[in-house]
């Protein structure tokens, strides 16, 4: 990653634009680590969601990087990836 760079990472209960972005985090410039603190999730409920980190590039482009978007991993748009699981001790600490 360049020093301009930075990750974005995104839950929603389905993988498609029409649902809601529950949480929205992005990295620091140019630094690989995504943090998620209590305040980021305090408001979902325990469950299961789907979750994507994408690379924003110092030309403007999106690359979603996580999970892998295309090939015969390519995931249906309306269905839970479910690759984001929160624990009720984690929302109701």
Known sequence: MGEDEYLIF????????????LVNI????????IVISHEDTVLLDPGVYSAEIQLMTSDGKRIT???KPSGKYRVNENVNRKNFVLMPEVVHT
């Open 10 to 21: 995104g839950v929603r209960l389905i993988p498609n634009e029409s649902s809601e972005l």
């Open 65 to 67: 990087v996580y999970p």
């Open 26 to 33: 992005e990295s620091a410039p140019g630094s690989d680590r």
